[in-house]
């Protein structure tokens, strides 16, 4: 089931990053376009319908596998974005983006190798939720707070990081309602978790246009990724019993780490995501 779940969070991260790709093509096309006239762009439209596909694709993987391993792996999307941006964009990666994804690739997987997430329980009890809840809202509350009073790129990977925290929590409920998928389809829908991510995802994704707006993705982009893949680990140890293996491979674990964070930081300063940046500038999308 974990390799099912890996396998599923691969796709869902492609089909992120293929949206990502077709509507920043469609944006830079009709820089300024009003809602309409996007609609009227298959790029724009397709794009939509991958990430429609991505977050059905999420919800299988966190439903069969532990949040541990499918939120680290969604990270890959950074991986997918310069690749099929490459390709859409017809530019070639240069030397330190080549070795960045390296890095970024072995590190991830070496982590995850290493750490072994498994097990855990399929649904949070109620009572863990109101400490998780209230301190998971007030970090956001206090590093939205704490960015008011910085220049920009410290803005921005600060909102990132506060971001990141609400992505996780989104899929950390998703995995909860889910969890009550074998009393049926209805006992998902009578959850009052399904509604919460779904108003956590919403709150998530419009911080999410202001930490882009804050500074440059490089800023940005480390703090995303890495801050959702992190603490989803966390918590999936920490409200699922998830269990992650350490003792002797702690320092393995963190020379892993350290590839990982390493490679999304040098990623996230790749020309090619700079070009794209600037190729949809004025557009809302970056």
């Known amino acids: 089931m974990t390799a099912l779940s890996v396998c599923l969070a691969l796709l869902a991260a492609l089909a992120n990053a293929a949206a990502s790709v077709l509507q ?5 096309d009709l820089a300024g376009a009003t809602a309409m006239a996007l609609l009227r762009r298959p790029g724009w439209v397709w794009g939509a319908a991958m990430l429609v596909l991505s977050g059905a694709l999420q919800a299988l993987a966190l439903a069969t596998g532990p949040l541990a391993v499918v939120q680290p792996v969604m990270s890959t999307e950074l991986l997918f974005t310069l690749v099929v941006g490459g390709i859409a964009f017809r530019r070639r990666p240069d030397p330190r983006t080549r070795v960045a994804f390296v890095a970024m690739a072995v590190g991830l997987g070496g982590f995850l190798a290493l750490a072994a997430p498994s097990g855990g329980r399929d649904t949070v009890p109620t009572a863990h939720w109101a400490w998780a809840g209230l301190s998971l809202a007030a970090a956001v509350a206090v590093l939205v707070a704490v960015s008011l009073r910085l220049p920009s790129a410290p803005r921005a990977a600060v909102l990132g990081t506060a971001t990141a925290i609400g992505f996780s929590c989104t899929a950390v409920l998703m995995k909860d309602a889910l969890g009550r998928l074998p009393e049926g389809v209805g006992a998902v829908f009578a959850t009052w978790q399904l509604y ?59 020379v892993a780490l350290g590839l990982l964070i390493g490679g999304c930081v040098e990623l996230a300063r790749s020309p090619l995501l700079a070009e794209d940046t600037e190729s949809a500038e004025g557009t809302g999308k970056w």
Do not use: K
């Open 196 to 254: 919460a991510a779904m108003a956590v995802g919403l709150g998530s994704f419009l911080l999410l246009q202001v930490t882009l707006r804050a500074g440059s993705l490089a800023a940005s982009q480390p703090a995303l990724t890495l801050g959702d893949a992190l603490l989803s680990v966390v918590l999936g140890v920490v409200l699922f019993q998830e269990s992650v293996h350490l003792g002797w491979r702690t320092p393995l674990e963190v």
């Open 24 to 28: 920043r093509r469609a944006l830079a």
